[in-house]
């Protein structure tokens, strides 16, 4: 897949039916960090730093490139990596 398809695939799956599905990236983020944050607290035992929506996509973006670590490498790992980017940076951009 060339440059150019990777970015085309990754911006019809942020800008396409996953918005219509989850509601805005920095909704969705929003919503997993809470509940990252109540997770990771939990384990610790004592209070976390809350997790925020752009914490939320860079950690995406690294469990992808663990995916990718594994060996198994697949064009649907490399199009998310894209998509998470371009949501984290949107939000870093309205912060």
């Given at each position: 897949?060339?440059?150019?398809?990777?970015?085309?695939?990754?911006?019809?799956?942020?800008?396409?039916?996953r918005?219509?599905?989850y509601?805005?990236?920095?909704?969705?983020?929003?919503?997993?960090a809470?509940?990252?944050?109540?997770?990771?607290?939990?384990?610790?035992?004592?209070?976390?730093?809350?997790?925020?929506?752009?914490?939320?996509?860079?950690?995406?973006?690294?469990?992808?490139?663990?995916?990718?670590?594994?060996?198994?490498?697949?064009?649907?790992?490399?199009?998310?990596?894209?998509?998470?980017?371009?949501?984290?940076?949107?939000?870093?951009?309205?912060?």
């Amino acid at each position: 897949m060339k440059r150019s398809e990777c970015l085309d695939v990754a911006n019809k799956i942020v800008n396409g039916d996953r918005q219509q599905s989850y509601g805005t990236p920095e909704h969705n983020f929003n919503r997993i960090a809470e509940m990252w944050t109540t997770y990771l607290s939990g384990r610790n035992e004592e209070r976390l730093d809350y997790l925020t929506a752009k914490d939320v996509a860079i950690m995406m973006m690294l469990l992808k490139v663990a995916r990718l670590m594994s060996g198994t490498s697949t064009q649907d790992s490399w199009i998310d990596i894209c998509g998470y980017a371009a949501c984290g940076c949107e939000i870093d951009t309205e912060e």
